[in-house]
Each structure stands twice: as structure tokens, then as C-alpha cells.
T-cell receptor, first 114, second 113 residues
Framework: AQSVTQPDIHITVSEGASLELRCNYSYGATPYLFWYVQSPGQGLQLLLKYFSGDTLVQGIKGFEAEFKRSQSSFNLRKPSVHWSDAAEYFCAVGAKAAGNKLTFGGGTRVLVKP | EPEVTQTPSHQVTQMGQEVILRCVPISNHLYFYWYRQILGQKVEFLVSFYNNEISEKSEIFDDQFSVERPDGSNFTLKIRSTKLEDSAMYFC???????????FGPGTRLTVT
């Protein structure tokens, strides 16, 4: 069975500082990995995805993530955070063999200090 | 750019009533999904649908729930007799192939009173 852990429930970061959100997954084969962002009361916006190939993936809004198979991780990073990045971030795992149903982590809420 | 749409954006219903949540997936997509997110919690998979039948369903998707693709464009989720604990945001998603990402709709907030 698939599972996703996001160890940090809340993170507070100063505007302009770097951000890293952690994601660990459990799946027997190579999974598909995703990061979504959700602003309050809004839907899910895809930030970036990993299916195969280059393990460092670039996404929208200046985000990137690195797939590390040895650590079963897919951490999200941004070099310089903007106030508009305050939101909740969800890591998700899927797999073609599992019909690509997505299993989401519990989310990390990011607060940005001025 | 094509997008998944959902109606209504917010539905308020009384306990025991039936509700139908509607989704229009992207037109050339073949795989369809429903997820739900109880307030303050993570997004949970409910059901996947392909070729006019359910591919997989979660433990949450009990006999109170059903899905249907009544025509070539709509994909619906019906809750037969709503309970208070069904209050949540319900997201529809679609993809054209299992090797591609899912596109999510904006969600329907269901409030059961």
C-alpha cells in the first residue's frame, strides 16, 4: 500500500528566506510523485511532478523538488519565499499499477513572516 | 487551457437528504476520480472510474455513495442519505492516461446540517 508522510505540520519562514518541505513515501516500486499547493478555501494546484528521468524537477512559481530513491524522499524547495507562498502544501504519490490513484500526505502549512 | 469544472461550488443539505455533485472532466480524458477533504485534514481518495465502471474504491466509498457518467461529459458523485460526517470538500479529477498527472477541479464544499 502507498503512504506519504510530511513530518512538518507547520513551518514559518521569513520572506526572502529559503524553504524546504519534507516528504517521505512508501511504495514498493518507483512511484509517481507530486506536490500540490492549496490556498485557503481553494482547490489543488499542481506545483510539479516526477514520473521518471531527471531526479531534480522544476515546477511553477520557482519551486523544485528532488527525488531520492535511497531515502524514499521527494522534498520541495524554493530559494527565496514570497508572501504569496503562504499556503498548505501536499505531497502525493501515485502509481500506474495502482490505477494512478493518489495518496496524499497530511500537508504542511507554510506561514510567511514579513 | 482546458480545465475540470465542478458544480455547485457549495451545497448545503440536511442530514438524510440525497445530494449529487457534478463534474465535467477534460474532454479527451478517460480516467476519472473523486477525492474528499474534511476540513483541516488531508485529501483522501474515494473512487476511480474508467470505461464506465468503477476501477477501485476506498473504504470510505460505502453503499451510500455511487458514481455515474450519465452522458459523454458529466461525471457525478451521489450520496444517497447524507450524514454529518459527509461534510467535506469533494474534488473531481481526470487524466487521459495513467502515465499522466491528474487535473483537479476547484471542488464542491458540502455542508450537511
Amino acid at each position: 500500500a502507498q503512504s506519504v508522510t510530511q513530518p512538518d505540520i507547520h513551518i514559518t519562514v521569513s520572506e526572502g528566506a529559503s524553504l524546504e518541505l519534507r516528504c517521505n513515501y512508501s511504495y514498493g516500486a518507483t512511484p509517481y510523485l507530486f506536490w500540490y499547493v492549496q490556498s485557503p478555501g481553494q482547490g489543488l494546484q499542481l506545483l510539479l511532478k516526477y514520473f521518471s528521468g531527471d531526479t531534480l524537477v522544476q515546477g511553477i512559481k520557482g519551486f523544485e523538488a528532488e527525488f531520492k530513491r535511497s531515502q524514499s524522499s521527494f522534498n520541495l524547495r524554493k530559494p527565496s519565499v514570497h508572501w504569496s507562498d503562504a499556503a498548505e502544501y501536499f505531497c502525493a504519490v501515485g502509481a500506474k499499477a495502482a490505477g494512478n490513484k493518489l495518496t496524499f500526505g497530511g500537508g504542511t502549512r507554510v506561514l510567511v513572516k514579513p | 487551457e482546458p480545465e475540470v469544472t465542478q458544480t455547485p461550488s457549495h451545497q448545503v443539505t440536511q442530514m438524510g437528504q440525497e445530494v449529487i455533485l457534478r463534474c465535467v472532466p477534460i474532454s479527451n480524458h478517460l480516467y476519472f476520480y473523486w477525492y474528499r477533504q474534511i476540513l483541516g485534514q488531508k485529501v483522501e481518495f474515494l473512487v476511480s472510474f474508467y470505461n464506465n465502471e468503477i476501477s477501485e474504491k476506498s473504504e470510505i466509498f460505502d453503499d451510500q455513495f455511487s458514481v455515474e457518467r450519465p452522458d459523454g461529459s458529466n461525471f457525478t458523485l451521489k450520496i444517497r442519505s447524507t450524514k454529518l460526517e459527509d461534510s467535506a470538500m469533494y474534488f473531481c479529477a481526470s487524466t487521459r492516461d495513467l502515465s499522466y498527472e491528474q487535473y483537479f477541479g476547484p471542488g464542491t464544499r458540502l455542508t450537511v446540517t
